[in-house]
């Protein structure tokens, strides 16, 4: 796109310089007196060929975004994230496709993005299959892909992936899992866990971890199903795990806030207590803030964040390349553990010791999504 702009710029250039030739060899000289306002009324009518935007001589840079869709509060995070970074004032102009949890949709909006010819494009990968086609497309089309949040798992043909270790985050809910429940006493696990969409990198990662943890511990999963991250599907499982398992559960894990939120609504109604001081040790995934602050009030007993907020490193990436610099394949971002209680105050996973933040409301009002 920035090569299809400097053609068009010094198009505009050379005829602008043939008509004020023309119009300043005429009106400007013989009205005399004012030939800066018409020279300038010349250059500002035609003028904006004259001066190169503010933008700095055209270096608007296209970026396509295939996002997953708007499914949870996470994903309008993430959405906000990248439309607030590649905007306009800083020099970005964003081509968004919701693709609506539809894996064909997605490679679709990847396709019309190639035909657009963008500078940059960015996938935020429903599923993390079925990709090596299309990012081959891209690569003969000389077109940088940028992978954030979920992973690309059959392919590498893409610059960069930003995003989170899911498996980490599944593996740090069953740690805290263990450590909550020699506090408490609690020696038998009984487990329902609320999965996330089926084949995403985030589901796969989480239900890995957790299931690790709990296979070593020897605890019981009584049924795994998905809810699609979203809160009616988190709310459906929950209902028929209340009919199907009642009495026989002490643990829920849901693998997004949403899906905890349609939990909670189905124990709510099926008259299962949850959270601090409840029947039910509650667990969710993303911690997005109305969810730390449900930790805060203990109807949440731990929320394992997932950092929404790739687009600012994805800049960094694009403005690495623009430079001729090779960027990490890699980057991990930043992300939190939060309890209701502070009787666990760290967790080793992998090796790496990381604080249990104790979600107080100073805690909950600090947080930034
Ligand atoms: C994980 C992300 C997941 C979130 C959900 O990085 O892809 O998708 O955990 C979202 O909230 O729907």
Redesign the pocket.
Known sequence: MKKLYAILLALALTLSLAACGSSSGGDAQQSGGNDAQQSSDAGSGSGDAQTPPDSGSGDVITVGFAQ??H?????TA?TKSAQDVFSAENGYELAFVDCDNDPAKQLEAVRNFIQQGVDYIII?PIVATGWDTVLTECEDAGIPVIVI??TVDDSDKYVSWV??D?KVEGLACGEWLKAYAADKGITEINALVIE??VG???TIG?TDGFKEIADREGWNILASQSGD??EAGGQEVMESFCQSYKGQFNVVIC????EAAGARTAMDTAGITYGVGGDVILVS??A?KPYVQMVCDGKINANFE?N?MAAPTVSDIIQQLEKGETPEKEVYVSEHWFAAEDNVTSITVNGETQEVIHATQDVVDARPY
């Not at 499914?71 to 994903?75: C, F, G, L, V």
């Not at 693998?255 to 949403?258: E, F, H, I, V």
């Open positions: 997953v869709g499914e949870s509060d996470w994903r993430s935020d949040d979920r995003g989170s899911f996330g969409s995403a990198s985030a989480r991250f979203t693998q997004n806030d949403n995934f993303d997005n997932c929404p």
